[in-house]
């Protein structure tokens, strides 16, 4: 079936830098979600990107979409200790029984002070 | 609003034996996912159900079960434990029945370890 493959797997940044995860598909998407797991927590939803070309920011959290919808990034402005956590991208795609979200494999953030 | 919760939170159990892990969604959803997350293959998608009826299945074996009730609760059965099926299992609740296109409220998660 089809998978989304997230770069980097892990980033380590000193607090105050950027940080930037991408995620690629090989087919077009239709959608693609980003998700926050906290260590110790659960997935928290943080933005659905539908359109081509569509970026959308949340304070220091800048979303792409491609034009193609085929790739998307999470870029991090001034990482703060708080950011700690790993990004999942998800896509609708395609399965054996029909459509699911299918997650990435994540890109884990460390930030030290 | 109550978040999705799930029960249990830890479990232990031997090889060959069967679990049932249960998930309640946020009042109103229909729509309840479940994943296994392990560290070597992240978020993999096991089924979703909506309405009681099981919409989409993921890659996994048939030891891997789950049913929905018409109160939306939902639960999983794991049947012929094996030790690679230590993980945690994420539920994850949404309102619509497109629920790829629609925020995804995960529970805390049943931590299975199989000895």
């Known amino acids: 079936g089809q998978q989304v493959m997230q770069i980097p797997q892990y980033q380590h940044v000193q607090e105050g830098e950027d940080f930037t995860t991408y995620c690629n598909s090989s087919?077009?998407?239709?959608?693609i979600q980003w998700y926050k797991q906290r260590p110790g927590g659960h997935p928290v939803f943080l933005i659905q990107?539908?359109?081509?070309?569509e970026v959308k920011k949340q304070k220091r959290l800048t979303f792409q979409f491609g034009e193609a919808k085929k790739n998307s990034s999470l870029h991090i402005t001034a990482t703060q200790t708080t950011d700690v956590g790993t990004y999942f991208c998800?896509?609708?795609?395609?399965?054996?029984?029909?459509?699911?979200?299918?997650f990435g494999k994540g890109t884990t953030l460390s930030v030290s002070s | 609003k109550a978040g999705v919760t799930q029960t249990p939170r830890y479990l232990i159990k031997t090889r060959g034996q069967q679990v049932t892990l249960s998930c309640s969604p946020i009042?109103?959803?229909?729509?309840v996912s479940w994943y296994q997350q392990t560290p070597g293959q992240g978020l993999q998608f096991l089924f979703e159900y909506f309405s009681e009826t099981q919409r989409n299945k993921g890659n996994f074996p048939g030891r891997f079960s789950g049913r929905q009730f018409s109160n939306s609760r939902s639960e999983m059965n794991v049947s012929t434990l094996e030790l690679g099926d230590s993980a945690l299992y994420l539920c994850a609740s949404s309102f619509s029945r497109t629920s790829g296109y629609n925020e995804q409220f995960f529970g805390p998660g049943t931590r299975l370890t199989v000895l």
């Open positions: 009042s109103g959803h229909r729509s």
């Open positions: 990107l539908v359109k081509s070309g």
């Open positions: 998800a896509a609708l795609t395609n399965h054996q029984a029909g459509t699911a979200l299918i």
């Open positions: 087919t077009t998407l239709s959608n």
